[in-house]
């Protein structure tokens, strides 16, 4: 599907979110990242991270890697924010938008419905991700501190967070570890392993 149309579909679903979040304090001003499509990159190495170029034809969950250095931007490593209020996003990745979840500790496309299904045999079966957040929600946080467009993506809860568990990313999963660490200073500090470069690009 050209990603003009995607754009389009996305546009109308979420409009453009306004510039100022509502928080307990009052209203600050925040630079929210609108509905559209983006990289995602390792800091420091700036690797790529996404679905693997070649995958199996299963609707099976795809996982989603650090890049090797060099890989052209493709489907498979440009990702789509759809923003849902405040810091968060739905987020989805490849052609066929698999749906980004967490599974077992780490970061998966989920590319099929989780309801309950028919058998070979006609006898209804119980999906095995059916206890997937399949419309889980990410919240993307801008970490100016670390220098612009740099992120860290959390559950919106914040108990869990996205990282990347090497300092040479290439071929490896992106994971979801329990909760980021970071400094007690203000602003807090985060080890580079989990913050991403985020950039839009439609």
Request: charged residues 20%; glycine residues 8%.
């Amino acid at each position: 599907m050209p990603i003009e149309t995607i754009i389009e579909e996305q546009e109308i679903l979420a409009p453009s979110p306004p510039s100022i979040v509502e928080t307990l304090e009052g209203a600050i001003e925040v630079e929210i990242l609108p509905t559209g499509l983006y990289t995602i990159r390792t800091i420091p190495s700036l690797q790529l991270v996404g679905r693997n170029i070649v995958e199996n034809a299963s609707n099976d969950p795809k996982g989603v890697y650090g890049q090797p250095l060099g890989v052209p931007l493709s489907e498979n490593t440009t990702f789509m924010l759809r923003h849902a209020g405040g810091e968060s996003y739905y987020i989805s990745v490849g052609r066929d938008r698999g749906r980004v979840v967490q599974i077992e500790g780490r970061v998966a496309a989920v590319l099929q419905d989780v309801d309950a299904f028919v058998g070979r045999l006609g006898v209804e079966e119980v999906d095995p991700y059916d206890e997937l957040p399949v419309n889980q929600r990410w919240a993307v946080r801008r970490q100016p501190q670390h220098g612009e467009d740099v992120f860290t993506i959390e559950t919106e809860n914040g108990y869990w967070g996205w990282v990347m568990p090497t300092e040479h990313p290439q071929y490896t999963r992106v994971c979801v570890f329990r909760q980021l660490s970071s400094t007690a200073t203000m602003p807090p500090m985060f080890a580079p392993t989990m913050l991403w470069l985020i950039e839009r690009i439609g």
